[in-house]
């Protein structure tokens, strides 16, 4: 079974400058999830999808980051303009349903450089 | 308050040490528990869930107190494989999923 894929890898940018990350969750999978996880923390929520509506997105720096999951299948991460404190890897996640006992499933992640 | 608490570590334990890790949670409406492993530059993996019976998978053993709102990971016989960030996890409701920070593993040989 293929797994959460995500693209880029790496990126690196300047600071204000825009970025887009891009997710694919597992065939099936109707809730998605965008982490940020600077280094030496736990991930942190940004926004959680349910088939192509917000469940959550309380975390959401909305003045700079945007997130859209259309049709309900893979779903992209925007960051416009970027900033220094934006530098962290982006993780996507997804699960099955909603269930007590779901579990998450991440993607390999984008590590992002702002300089 | 954090909804997730853990003990950032490092431990760091020889070859055949038996390990153990703590969390707390601050939610007592939390409903499913989980630890991950995350190794260094890779994204978190499901290690196992918690249950509040307990519940063994080899040499990793996961317990579960709801009254006291704490889960704890124990590792006998540590490899050196199994040097890792281990990452606490609850889901409170709707699968809303929170994290530890994490608590790092060296196992040195």
């Known amino acids: 079974e293929a797994g959460v894929a995500q693209s880029p890898r790496y990126k690196i940018i300047e600071k204000r400058q825009s970025v887009a990350f891009w997710c694919n969750p597992i065939?099936?999978?109707?809730?998605l999830y965008w982490y940020q996880q600077i280094l030496g923390q736990g991930p942190k929520l940004l926004i959680q999808?349910?088939?192509?509506?917000?469940?959550?997105d309380s975390q959401l720096p909305k003045d700079r980051f945007s997130a859209e999951r259309l049709k309900g299948v893979d779903s992209t991460l925007k960051i416009q303009p970027a900033k220094l404190e934006d530098s962290a890897v982006y993780l996507c996640?997804?699960?099955?349903?909603?269930?007590?006992?779901?579990?998450?499933?991440f993607g390999s992640g984008t590590q992002l450089s702002v300089l | 308050r954090k909804e997730v608490e853990q003990d950032p570590g490092p431990f760091n334990v020889p070859e055949g040490a038996t390990v153990a890790f703590n969390c707390t949670y601050s939610?007592?409406?939390?409903?499913?528990f989980f630890w991950y492993r995350q190794d260094c530059r890779k994204e978190p993996k499901l290690l196992m869930s918690?249950?509040?019976s307990g519940n063994e998978d080899g040499r990793f053993t996961a317990q579960l107190n709801r009254a006291s709102q704490y889960i704890s990971l124990l590792i006998r016989d540590s490899k050196l494989s199994d040097s890792a960030t281990y990452l606490c996890?609850?889901?409170?409701?709707?699968?809303?999923?929170?994290f530890g920070s994490g608590t790092k593993l060296n196992v040195k040989p």
């Open positions: 996640a997804s699960s099955l349903v909603q269930g007590v006992n779901e579990k998450l499933f």
């Open positions: 065939s099936g999978h109707a809730t």
């Open positions: 999808f349910q088939n192509n509506g917000v469940v959550d």
């Open positions: 939610n007592s409406a939390s409903q499913s």
């Open positions: 918690v249950y509040s």
């Open positions: 996890v609850v889901n409170k409701s709707f699968n809303k999923f929170y």
